[in-house]
């Protein structure tokens, strides 16, 4: 068992009942490491930084989802315990390395021991969104489905000029607009699936809730040094919530 009795489930929900089109989600909202597996082998230090979560996502997403009034699915437990954006069949789902760190806590992982984590933090996670949605589509409400994330401005000694990334990969109906309302009606530096770019390895929400159901589907990227501190997440989520709202006007 990973999970020890009394720790807290996977998922954290806000705004639950909201009818909003849009729906949130947001992976590495946390960095918790559950009590059986101790510190992984990392510092405190390395366990606050990236490498174990998207620093200041989860409360940028809060307040997107106080101003969209939309329901919000966050994952509490570190990415470098497993992360719930990668298939629990590749590599990454349990890292050997993230950056220039390696996760002794990985190291000779048995697949026993990887699907223990996919069974008690992956999948109670994502089945609780696949239950979201199934009822959204049952009960016909319109679905527009927003993951939020954060990035380092510095990779492998590689500055990032970009201030906020839109990702997408198949879905053409959300993300493109979205991204040229934030050029077109700001000053920020946008990239355009930039730092990253949405794939089937190296994703999971935005391939499987939002592609494979047909959703318009959007992922933002925020350079974490710009929301680091919680003061910062109600502005940047006004520029998501007029991102998003100001190019579904303009269609």
Known sequence: MVLSPGEPHP????????????????????????????????????????????????????????????????????????DCNRRPDVAAFTPLRSEATDVPGNLDLTPEASD????????????????????????????????VHSFTPVYLGQKRPWEIGVLFNRDRALAPSVAAWLKDNTDLCIGINE?????????????????????PCVEFEIRNDLIADASAAPHWAEILRDALVGSSRSD
């Open 11 to 82: 998922l954290e929900i806000f705004n639950q009942s909201a009818t909003s089109d849009y729906f949130l989600i947001c992976e590495h909202a946390g960095n918790r490491i559950p009590q059986s597996l101790g510190t992984m082998g990392l510092s405190e230090t390395d366990r606050q930084r990236h490498i174990a979560w998207d620093i200041g996502a989860r409360a940028v997403a809060i307040e997107l989802s106080k101003l969209l009034d939309a329901p919000l699915y966050t994952q509490r437990y570190s990415r470098i315990v497993c």
């Open 116 to 147: 223990a984590r996919a069974r008690e933090i992956f999948w109670p996670f994502h089945n609780a969104v696949t239950e979201a949605l199934d009822d959204r589509r049952q009960r016909g409400i319109p679905t527009k489905l927003v993951t």
């Open 195 to 215: 730092p990253y770019a949405v794939g089937d390895d190296t994703d999971y929400a935005i391939p499987v809730h939002g592609e494979q159901r047909g959703l």
